[in-house]
Every structure is written in C-alpha cells, then in structure tokens.
C-alpha cells in the first residue's frame, strides 16, 4: 500500500492506461481495491502484482505479474511507464513471474489477453513463448489470446534471459 499513489499516477498514464483500463482513468479507490486484491492473491495463491523500480531511484517504473482467475489458469498481466519503452524491462520482469509460476509455484499454464493493436506488448509476450490461441471481440476491442505451458513439459519452449 506504501506505493499506492505511484501505482496509481503510473495506471493513469495515456499510455498506459490505452491498453490496461480501456483507456479509461481509474480513481484512487480503484486502484486500493486492485492491489488488496493482490495482496489477498498473495496470500491464498503465491502470486500478484510485483512493481519493478527505475534503476537507482524509489520511482515505479512498472510491474508484472499475475491475476488470479476462477476459470482456471492465473493470467499474465504487465506494463511499463512509457519513458521506459523499448529497453527490455517488461520481458525480463515477466519472465521472472514465469519463473517463479512454473520453477517455485509448478503451475502449469498461464494465459494472457491483449488487444490486438497493442503490438508492443505481442512482441513481449510472444519473445516469451507464449502462443496466441484464439482471439474475440470484447467490449467492442479486439483481444487476442494467448497461453503458455509449464516448462517441463515444453522445455524446448522455455525462454531464455534477454
């Protein structure tokens, strides 16, 4: 709760929002309940929303990890501030989320959704190993599909560190 008001100027960003919240801004107690949420997922799952900080600085520059789902497999969530685009930090950040799923919780899958233009964020997710497995029309937006499997039945599938 201590990075509430930076998680929350973060998830407001344009940018960032676009794709997270349907570009629509998300109040202050939205972003409370998104991260007790978390918090309560921790607690029963192993699992939640890590933040990542900007290199020698206090300063949230993004965060990954997992939404708990009650059809099944957890489902990858992740962003970051937009000055921060293009270096790599939400592969690698969500790759220590799958790690950690798959190495310490042995789960067996994950999935993900994104919408279709959000082309960076495919590129991340599909670098990973993720395969896309179908796509629909939510909200009025196109959203894609994707999963991967646990890593010791596809090991040839296992990403490697960037």
């Known amino acids: 709760m201590s990075d509430l008001d930076a998680v929350h100027q973060l998830w407001n960003e344009a940018d960032v929002r676009r794709f997270l919240f349907d570009d629509r801004q998300i109040s202050a107690e939205e972003a ?15 699992y ?10 206090d300063r949230v520059a993004g965060f990954s990890g997992l939404l708990h789902s009650l059809q099944g497999s957890p489902s990858l969530i ?32 994950v999935e993900a959704d ?11 997710l599909e670098a990973l190993g993720l395969s896309q497995t179908h796509k629909a029309i939510v909200n009025e937006r196109p959203l894609l599909y ?13 990403p490697t560190a960037p």
């Open 32 to 46: 409370k309940l998104f991260i007790e949420t978390s918090v309560v997922s921790f607690a029963n799952h192993g």
């Open 48 to 57: 939640g929303i890590w933040l990542f900080f900007e290199h020698q600085s």
């Open 78 to 109: 992740f962003g970051t501030r937009p000055q921060f685009w293009g270096r790599g930090y939400a592969k690698e950040a969500t790759l220590s989320v799958l790690r950690y799923t798959f190495d310490v919780l042995g789960l067996e899958r």
């Open 114 to 124: 994104v919408d279709e233009p959000n082309k960076a964020s495919i590129r991340v």
């Open 146 to 158: 994707y999963e991967i499997q646990s890593w010791r039945r596809e090991e040839s599938a296992k």
